[in-house]
């Protein structure tokens, strides 16, 4: 079974601070990585994704990707209490399945 | 409307009914994929449909769940003789296409299901 690694925090940053979400996952030979964002009660909003390694920039928000570490991550800045979430990293396996992280809880405090 | 419509959004079921959920992938997708997120668990993948044709169901529970993508008409998940251990949010989510690397899955705003 391919495993999705992320911290579950909370993770708790003052508003207009940078924000930085982690991920981990196992299969080495992984393509296609992805950030959706889930509000309390409501589905997964796609956020980014990635698949060449480096740094990729939407706005406030930058997906980073290191395929030898096998780590994916992902930067709010200046984050605001609108962004509290939670985000899950979501890896891609052969034949299209999505398998996701538990998901790291963001709270941006004003 | 173009996202992805899933109904009803909220579905109450004694045990042993059966519970049907619905999915009308975003407008142009012929891919679809059901998610289930039991509470305060991770999003787990459970069939991945094309019309007609079921692709993959590795996620799927092998007795009571079943679920189809006619040529005409919404997805549906099927689950019979419901069991509490079976309330969850069930998401659908649909795609444009299946191999490249960009290609994305777009969620709809999901059945939260309750068995009584």
């Known amino acids: 079974q391919k495993e999705v690694e992320q911290n579950s925090g909370p993770l708790s940053v003052p508003e207009g601070a940078i924000a930085s979400l982690n991920c981990t996952y196992s299969?080495?030979?992984?393509?296609?990585f992805f950030w959706y964002r889930q509000y309390s009660g409501k589905s997964p909003e796609l956020i980014m994704f990635i698949y060449s390694n480096g740094d990729k920039e939407d706005g406030r928000f930058t997906a980073q990707l290191n395929k030898a570490s096998q780590y994916v991550s992902l930067l709010i800045r200046d984050s605001q209490p609108s962004d509290s979430a939670t985000y899950l990293c979501?890896?891609?396996?052969?034949?299209?399945?999505?398998?996701f992280g538990a998901g790291t809880i963001l709270r941006v405090k004003s | 409307n173009a996202g992805v419509m899933q109904n009803p959004r909220h579905l109450v079921r004694r045990r042993g009914q059966e519970a049907r959920l619905r999915c009308s992938p975003m407008k142009g997708h012929s891919h679809v994929y059901w998610y289930r997120q039991l509470p305060e668990e991770g999003l787990k993948f459970m069939v991945y449909?094309?019309?007609?044709?079921?692709?993959?169901e590795s996620g799927m529970p092998k007795e009571r769940f079943s679920a189809e993508f006619p040529k005409e008409g919404p997805s549906i998940l099927r689950i019979q003789q419901v069991v509490r251990g079976d309330s969850a949010a069930y998401f659908c989510?649909?795609?444009?296409?299946?191999?490249?690397?960009?290609?994305?899955?777009?969620f709809g705003p999901g059945t939260r299901l309750t068995v009584l």
């Open positions: 989510a649909s795609s444009l296409t299946s191999g490249g690397p960009s290609d994305t899955q777009y």
């Open positions: 299969d080495r030979g992984s393509q296609s």
């Open positions: 979501a890896v891609r396996e052969y034949g299209n399945k999505l398998v």
């Open positions: 449909l094309q019309k007609e044709n079921i692709i993959d």
